[in-house]
């Protein structure tokens, strides 16, 4: 089913910018989805408004106490002009799931497909074209619940902003290139029984004291190990993380730990699809540099959404440096990414049939 929403337009537009200096989440367009939640009424109100600032009570409870969750998802521009989503259903399901975690209440998927197509529907012109780029679509629910009480809100708000940007990591959008990577020890991103499966803001926050040692030792991005034992692999930075050691494709399974990516999903059905040997499971990180050295690893990459497949040139752990590849970009991930960013800009045919989504 789709629902359709009122649409009040701006009565002043912004100036585009420059498609070839997006950077990322640097610009938001011109509109936004905004939609209530009340206990007793559900999610009520769905619209279409001008983008601009909303107005909190400084007590509201997710200033506080953070409970949110979010999605990440991208519009893409065609050949044919049009736009294209990719996989919306599972950020859908993937909402839900973070809801129930968080104490947040959950949302008919149509009414969240709806809503996405209608607020990107709304600022099409603002899809941008040039290659590498795209639209960064970003869903969340906030409390505006006035309590300095910790329990959960019975009042909710629902919001979706779009963001035109180029790629995630500086430059990929031109051409991929390694990544170094941080191996963490001390900090860990998410334990077992925690919100690690979840989209929210916590499990953000709490990564980038890693991500700023890791920047001061000049690294890109953070290898998080699992909590308990700091010895299995779990994801890099924002993202999912894949090791090729010999002839197999290894990610960490979905502990509870992990965030169950669109692109790490999408990455394992194309590589099962492809004939690949593929593998979810525990990995430890004394396997991953013991391949780095004797030279049985030799891929690694990160996937997600604002990433979609970026390549990993380099691990650092305890002082010493793992080349991957040296440093060059694999044959795996190059493909995967012509692959999925080609499907997703409608310039490859949609190998998987209903992927991609045009509007
Ligand atoms: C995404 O890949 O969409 C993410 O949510 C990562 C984001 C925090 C930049």
Same mark, same amino acid.
């Given at each position: 089913?789709?629902?359709? #929403?009122?649409? *009040?337009?701006?009565?002043?537009?912004?100036?585009?910018?420059?498609? /070839?200096?997006?950077?990322?989440?640097?610009?938001?367009?011109? /509109?936004? #989805?905004?939609?209530?939640?009340?206990?007793?009424?559900?999610? /009520?109100?769905?619209?279409?408004?001008?983008?601009? %600032?909303?107005?909190?009570? %400084?007590?509201?409870?997710t200033l506080h106490y953070a409970q949110m969750s979010f999605?990440g998802?991208? @519009?893409?521009?065609?050949?044919?002009?049009?736009?294209?989503? #990719?996989?919306?259903?599972?950020? =859908?399901?993937?909402?839900?799931?973070s809801?129930?975690r968080l104490?947040?209440?959950?949302?008919?998927?149509?009414?969240?497909? +709806?809503?996405?197509?209608?607020?990107?529907? =709304?600022?099409?012109?603002?899809?941008?074209?040039?290659?590498?780029?795209?639209?960064?679509?970003?869903?969340f629910?906030i409390?505006?619940?006035?309590?300095? @009480?910790v329990?959960?809100?019975?009042?909710?708000?629902?919001?979706?902003?779009? +963001?035109?940007?180029?790629?995630?990591?500086?430059?990929?959008?031109?051409?991929?290139?390694?990544?170094?990577i941080w191996v963490e020890e001390e900090y860990i991103r998410a334990a077992v029984g925690g919100t690690g499966f979840a989209k929210c803001g916590g499990n953000y926050s709490c990564g980038m004291i890693a991500a700023t040692e890791a920047k001061k030792?000049?690294c890109?991005e953070v290898l998080w190990l699992d909590a308990k034992?700091h010895?299995?692999v779990e994801e890099v930075g924002t993202s999912n993380a894949?090791?090729?050691?010999?002839? *197999?494709?290894?990610?960490s399974?979905?502990t509870g730990s992990i965030l169950?990516g669109?692109?790490?999903?999408?990455?394992?059905?194309?590589?099962?699809?492809?004939?690949?040997?593929?593998?979810?499971?525990?990995?430890?990180? =004394?396997?991953?540099?013991?391949? @780095?050295?004797?030279?049985?690893?030799?891929?690694?990459?990160?996937?997600g959404?604002a990433?979609?497949?970026?390549?990993?040139?380099?691990?650092?752990? !305890?002082?010493?440096?793992?080349?991957?590849?040296?440093?060059?970009?694999?044959?795996?991930?190059? /493909?995967?990414?012509?692959?999925?960013?080609?499907?997703?800009?409608? !310039?490859?045919?949609?190998?998987?049939?209903?992927?991609?989504?045009?509007?």
């Open positions: 089913m789709e629902y359709t #929403f009122p649409v *009040t337009r701006t009565t002043s537009p912004k100036a585009k910018p420059d498609e /070839h200096a997006l950077g990322f989440g640097k610009y938001y367009t011109d /509109h936004m #989805f905004m939609m209530e939640y009340d206990e007793g009424q559900g999610w /009520h109100d769905g619209r279409i408004v001008p983008y601009g %600032p909303l107005s909190l009570d %400084p007590a509201s409870t999605e998802m991208k @519009a893409y521009r065609n050949p044919e002009g049009r736009i294209n989503l #990719f996989r919306p259903d599972m950020n =859908a399901a993937r909402l839900n799931r809801n129930r104490c947040i209440p959950e949302m008919d998927e149509d009414l969240f497909i +709806s809503a996405v197509k209608a607020v990107v529907r =709304a600022d099409e012109d603002w899809v941008p074209s040039v290659p590498g780029t795209s639209l960064y679509i970003r869903p629910i409390s505006p619940e006035v309590s300095m @009480a329990h959960p809100a019975s009042r909710y708000l629902f919001l979706i902003i779009l +963001s035109p940007v180029a790629a995630y990591y500086e430059g990929n959008e031109n051409e991929l290139h390694g990544s170094r030792q000049g890109e034992e010895r299995y894949f090791f090729m050691i010999g002839d *197999t494709v290894v990610t399974s979905l169950p669109v692109t790490r999903d999408s990455t394992l059905q194309l590589l099962r699809k492809w004939g690949y040997k593929v593998e979810e499971r525990r990995l430890e990180l =004394a396997e991953v540099l013991e391949a @780095a050295k004797d030279g049985t690893l030799k891929e690694a990459w990160a996937t959404t990433c979609v497949i970026s390549p990993i040139g380099l691990l650092r752990y !305890k002082g010493e440096n793992y080349p991957i590849n040296d440093e060059k970009v694999g044959e795996v991930s190059q /493909h995967l990414y012509d692959v999925l960013y080609g499907m997703q800009t409608g !310039k490859r045919e949609d190998e998987m049939g209903n992927w991609v989504v045009t509007l």
